[in-house]
């Protein structure tokens, strides 16, 4: 299965503040993630998309 396309969408969602690294130099892409990671994403998402405020 090739995966091309993953670092231009992982840029995309860095570059709006959707996704953020474990840390500055870090990301994990094969790591679960919480809840809590997974709500901020939705609600990070939903206001780049002005759903929400």
């Known amino acids: 299965m090739s995966h091309e396309w ?3 969408a992982v840029a995309q969602t ?3 503040n959707i996704v ?3 840390t500055e130099q870090s990301f994990a892409p094969q790591a679960n993630a919480t809840r809590a990671q997974a709500t901020v994403m939705i609600k990070r998402l939903l206001q780049h998309v002005q ?3």
Do not use: R, T, V, W
């Open 51 to 53: 759903f929400i405020n």
């Open 20 to 22: 953020n690294g474990l």
């Open 14 to 16: 860095i570059d709006a």
């Open 6 to 8: 993953a670092p231009n």
